[in-house]
């Protein structure tokens, strides 16, 4: 089993900043990709951006350029850098982890993010 644990969501203007974070515990294996989903009310859960072990990143179209994903793997902990904020960014934030291979996928239970126009 791996626990992830999530911070960093919150209220902010458009064009603010907020910074998620995701801590994984547990049993923890070196193969692995670590990212973020969200969802909006009445809306499908999205891929927002995800990091592999090796550094391989891949984004959201909506999100490329103002969102950065990074990764401290000695402290098997995933961030998300999101900058220029916009009102349809509001969603819950899930971090997630596909642990070894083949992957089994864990879950956060969320974080709230809202902007506020």
């Known amino acids: 089993q791996v626990q992830l644990v999530e911070s960093g969501g919150g209220l902010v203007q458009a064009g603010g900043s907020l910074r998620l974070s995701c801590a994984a515990s547990?049993?923890?294996?070196?193969?692995?990709?670590m990212g973020w989903y969200r969802q909006a009310p009445g809306k499908q859960r999205e891929l927002v951006a995800y990091?592999?072990?090796?550094?391989?990143?891949n984004y959201a179209a909506s999100v490329k350029g103002r969102f950065t994903i990074s990764r401290d793997n000695a402290k098997n902990t995933v961030y998300l850098q999101m900058n220029s904020l916009l009102p349809d960014d509001t969603a819950v934030y899930y971090c997630?982890?596909?642990?070894?291979?083949?992957?089994?996928?864990?879950w956060g239970q969320g974080t709230q993010v809202t902007v506020s126009s």
């Open positions: 990091m592999t072990n090796g550094g391989s990143t």
């Open positions: 997630y982890r596909d642990n070894g291979y083949p992957p089994t996928t864990y």
């Open positions: 547990g049993s923890i294996f070196s193969i692995n990709t």
